[in-house]
Every structure is written in structure tokens, then in C-alpha cells.
């Protein structure tokens, strides 16, 4: 396992986020509990977690599996109820209940919404590290406008920043390519990235033009069947391009997403400890420029837009700024 600086906080995480979404829905408070160990004795440090997660259960499991183990972890845990300021302060003081916690070391704003006032939501978030419930704040699936006018915000103020953006990030979800990566290494934001493994799809799980697993979240996502469609030659390079090399499709991903600058730790879940075991040696693959360029080109996924001159490839360009 590698460990790495988590945006400007300097802290420092395992590049391995794990992801707890699984907890109390598709596996019980047993495995969960082996699950974490797993992740654990592998060198996992940092924790991803939700409030909206199984209406709460996931974290209630977790305020039980963590005991005796919470000093060495880095936890992140989700605004649940809204984007207002009393939803905001509501929904730690829950959340820490139901973790059976003091404080998170890391608070985000689940998801953007129409008419939010970043205004509110900051001071709402200062108020929370005042009160020593969270000592970072960050937020999820936030555009780079966004991001950049709510930190001008907290600076204007004294408050503290932005430290996190959680974003959908994989070889078929590209859109983060443009603004948000480059705003990242810029910034020293630290990029989290969650569906690493596109719903399984990366991870060799469905066959390529064969019928979905009966009991796989092929059978209930409607994105699965589509994208195994859209994407089925890729997919099928891509596995092949895995398998030359010794890999296990699920470790070319994630080395994939490792190889960027701008992603800090990509969040993988389970929804059993030999599944997660079977991740986590993918932390220890390194491409070269050359591999990782390969596979991305076998996604015709980079995010079209017309536009003349060079203004896409300025969007994109990770080392624009010096």
C-alpha cells in the first residue's frame, strides 16, 4: 500500500480509500467487520462512509466495527438532509451518533443543489470545525466553478476551505477530465474518486455479450447493460490488455486512476473480505506513460465538445499553470 499527501491538509492517507456503501445492504455486520479488518491489515487508513447509506445502518455498523480501531484511521462521512445551514449542523451531530464518534476527520456536502447558498454552507461548515465535529471539510461531485467560488468564500471570511472533491471518475466517466483535475493539481485539492470499477464492469464481472450474473447490480442498474453495449470492444481490449500482463481487469483500473496526479485515492467497496483482499495488491501496480496512454485510448469516452482552437485541450491540460 502507498500512502499519500491528501490535498494541503498534510495529512497523509493510504492511496486506498475504502469505500462502505456495501455495509448493511449487500453484506451483514460480520463480514463488514471483516471487511474492515481486511482493509486494515493491508494497509488502509483512510475510510469513506455516508449517512444516506442504508438509511443510516452502514454507519451505525460502522460506530460498532470501529471500536479499538478509529485512532488509525482518517474517516470521511456525508451531509445527509440538505444543503441548508441547520441540515448541515443536524446531520454531523447524527452522523457522530450513529458512528459513535466524536468528530470525523473529514465532512462533505453530499451533492450540489439548484438555489444552494455556498454563502450558508460555508459558515455552516465553519461552524462545524469551531465545534470540533470534523477537522477538514470538503465536498462531492462539485463542478470546479463551484469549488473555486465557495474556497473564495471561506478565504474572504477566515473560514476554513474546501479541502476534498469527491467525483465519479473511470474510464468511461470522463467528464472531471475537463476543469476539475487541472483546478486539482493547481490547487492541491484532493480528488477522490468513487465507481473506480464502473459498477463491476472493469472488474471482468459481466461477459461481453453474454447474459448479467443473477444476483450482480448488473440486474437492478440500468448503466450496466448499457454501457457492457456501448463499450463491449473496449471492454474486451481492455480485459485482454489485463490479462497479457498478469492483471486482474479490477488492477488495471485502478492503476489507471492511480497513474493521474491529480487523483488522490480512488474509494473501493466490497461486499466481502476476500473480494477486497483480492484489491487491494492492485495499489502496487505502476503503468508507464505508455501503458496508461494505451488503455486510455481504448475508451472513446474523453468528453466531446466543439470548439475552435485549442480551448478542449486547454481544459483538460494538467500542467497549464506552473
Known amino acids: 500500500m502507498r500512502y499519500i499527501e491528501f490535498g494541503k491538509t498534510g495529512e497523509t492517507v493510504s492511496q486506498m480509500c475504502l469505500g462502505t456503501m456495501m455495509f448493511g445492504q449487500r453484506c451483514d455486520e460480520a463480514e463488514s467487520d471483516r471487511i474492515l479488518g481486511a482493509a486494515i491489515d493491508g494497509g488502509v487508513t483512510f475510510v469513506d462512509t455516508a449517512a444516506m447509506y442504508a438509511e443510516g445502518v452502514t454507519e451505525e455498523i460502522l460506530g460498532r466495527i470501529l471500536k479499538g480501531r478509529r485512532d488509525s484511521l482518517f474517516i470521511a462521512t456525508k451531509v445527509h438532509k440538505g444543503v441548508d445551514a441547520g441540515s448541515i449542523l443536524e446531520s454531523i451531530d447524527e452522523s457522530l451518533a450513529r458512528l459513535q464518534l466524536d468528530f470525523v476527520d473529514l465532512y462533505l456536502i453530499h451533492w450540489p443543489k439548484v438555489g444552494m447558498r455556498p454563502q450558508e454552507i460555508m459558515e455552516a461548515l465553519h461552524e462545524v470545525v469551531v465545534q470540533g465535529k470534523a477537522r477538514y471539510v470538503g465536498c462531492c461531485n462539485y463542478s470546479a466553478w463551484l469549488y473555486a467560488h465557495s474556497n473564495a468564500i471561506a478565504a474572504r471570511n477566515g473560514w476554513p476551505t474546501l479541502a476534498c472533491n469527491q467525483i465519479p471518475y473511470n474510464l468511461i466517466e470522463r467528464g472531471a477530465e475537463v476543469e476539475i483535475l487541472p483546478q486539482a493539481v493547481a490547487e492541491g485539492v484532493a480528488i477522490t474518486t468513487y465507481r473506480p470499477l464502473v459498477l463491476g464492469i472493469l472488474a471482468g464481472k459481466y461477459p461481453v455479450g453474454g447474459p448479467l450474473p443473477a444476483d450482480s447490480r448488473g440486474q437492478t442498474d440500468a448503466r450496466v447493460p448499457a454501457w ?95
Open 228 to 322: 457492457m453495449e456501448k463499450y463491449g470492444h473496449s471492454i474486451t481490449r481492455f480485459n485482454q490488455f489485463a490479462a497479457d500482463r498478469g492483471l486482474h481487469p479490477a488492477q488495471l483500473a485502478i492503476a489507471w486512476l492511480c497513474h493521474s496526479p491529480a487523483v488522490t485515492a480512488p474509494i473501493v467497496g466490497a461486499s466481502s473480505a476476500a473480494q477486497l483482499q483480492a484489491t487491494i495488491p492492485a495499489f502496487d501496480v505502476e503503468l508507464t506513460d505508455e501503458e496508461y496512454a494505451e488503455v486510455t485510448e481504448m475508451f472513446d469516452t474523453e468528453v466531446k465538445e466543439e470548439a475552435g482552437g485549442r480551448f478542449p485541450e486547454l481544459r483538460r491540460t494538467l500542467n497549464l499553470a506552473g
